[in-house]
């Protein structure tokens, strides 16, 4: 598919200065919320709100390439507007089945509100304590890896509750961050993405109204809703790993051009191997999504997650490479590439994580049900 032109040299207009933003977030393990002013005043937050919605529609595989190109700039502020658009992306499943969604797309496209998941951290077991009260619910919680939190308004989590007659649920609703119950603390200081706000946020006795929880389902299973949120969610996060992988590459044979050492075309070769490798994972990722037209079922989700874990390798690779092709030099922040390595090595901790992933396929392969999470 062609991509959005126009889109594209937005991005790249903006990009110098997400790059020079993105790299004093990086310097002080804190987020850059010009660069989601940025990103905000172009419009990205709402890019793939279908017209109907009020959106430009943007389509499913225009979307993944913005995030691979944005992720040159600044890997950090492209990952967390990947967890935003895979909260869209999930509602534009949702809009297009019938099943609901429109009405925070319209949202979106209205407020060009920024969506935060806690998605990845809950998984099936999610955390905190919510108690009945009338018309709702009241819950507490401390949520990890809430990507792009420090500027976003609306955290889109869950939470258990042991209902009286059912047993143990898990609830799924959004929280405004603006809400006086609702804490982003300062404690995101990790290895790589040091710029991506992955800040926990805490949760303190704030009112969620019967009609805000969106899904209910058996607390610790496997269940539907994930047939739906990781066939969108990882081609997308995916995509920013490939962009990294792109850029450690084009740096290693830009600097390493000119190098007289016989090993030198080895480790290259080495490098642009993983990097097709790379390349063809992730473009099979956003082909299975099928503009959202994909099939949620189990068999889909085992096709996307498997990718998954050889693109993330690849990437890796693809970097670590780079790295020990420039010698010495390429270990040195100065130098440019070192960040990247740090960087991909985030791509293992997105469900599912390659044990995790080996545990799913394996048991999917022996007919069995999928695995659960204890709680």
């Given amino acids: 598919m062609k991509m959005n032109v126009k889109l594209l040299d937005c991005i790249d207009a903006i990009g110098p200065q997400i ?22 005043e172009h419009g990205i937050f709402s890019a793939m ?13 225009e979307m993944a390439t913005l995030l691979t190109r944005l992720a040159a700039y600044h ?30 797309l319209q949202k979106i496209a209205d407020q060009e509100l920024k969506l935060v998941s806690t998605g990845a951290g809950d998984w099936l077991a ?49 929280v405004s961050l603006a809400d006086e119950g609702v804490t982003v603390m300062d404690n995101w200081a990790p290895m790589g993405m040091r710029g991506s706000g992955s800040n926990s ?51 290693a044979r830009e600097r390493c051009a000119a190098s007289s050492d016989p090993v030198t075309p080895y480790l290259i070769g080495e490098m642009e ?3 097709t490798t790379a390349r063809v994972l992730v473009a099979d990722m956003v082909r299975i999504s099928d503009g959202f037209d994909f099939r949620a079922d189990v068999d889909t989700v085992n096709e996307v997650v498997k990718r998954k874990t050889v693109a993330a390798e690849a990437c890796k690779t693809v970097a670590g490479k780079a790295v020990e092709a420039c010698g010495g030099s390429g270990f040195m922040r100065a130098f440019g590439i070192e960040c990247l390595l740090r960087d ?14 080996h545990l799913f396929t394996g048991s999917v392969a022996m007919g069995k049900e999928p695995p659960g999470q204890a709680f």
């Avoid at 955390?127 to 890896?145: D, L, Q, T």
């Avoid at 991909?344 to 992933?357: D, G, I, N, Y």
């Fill in 344 to 357: 991909v090595m985030a791509s293992h901790f997105h469900p599912l994580q390659e044990k995790r992933q």
């Fill in 19 to 40: 790059a020079a933003n993105g790299e004093q977030a990086d310097a002080t393990d804190q987020f850059s919320c010009e660069n989601y002013g940025l990103l905000a």
């Fill in 75 to 104: 890997p950090s502020t492209a990952l967390s507007l990947s967890m935003h658009q895979h909260i869209v992306a999930t509602n534009v499943y949702k809009a297009k089945q019938g099943t609901g969604g429109g009405p925070l």
């Fill in 201 to 251: 946020v805490r949760i303190e006795d704030v009112f969620v109204a019967d009609a805000a929880v969106q899904v209910r389902r058996p607390r610790g299973d496997f269940h539907g809703v994930y047939c739906v949120v990781l066939p969108v969610a990882l081609p997308l996060i995916m995509s920013v790993y490939l962009g990294i992988a792109e850029t450690a590459a084009q740096r």
């Fill in 273 to 275: 191997t993983a990097l």
């Fill in 126 to 174: 999610s955390n905190g304590e919510m108690r009945r009260v009338e018309g709702g619910y009241r819950y507490s919680a401390v949520k990890h890896f809430a990507s792009g939190s420090p500027a976003a308004d609306m955290l889109v989590t869950s939470g258990p509750y042991e209902d009286p007659d059912e047993g143990w649920q898990v609830l799924h609703f959004p």
């Fill in 49 to 61: 709100v279908p017209e109907q919605h009020g959106g430009p529609g943007l389509s499913y595989a």
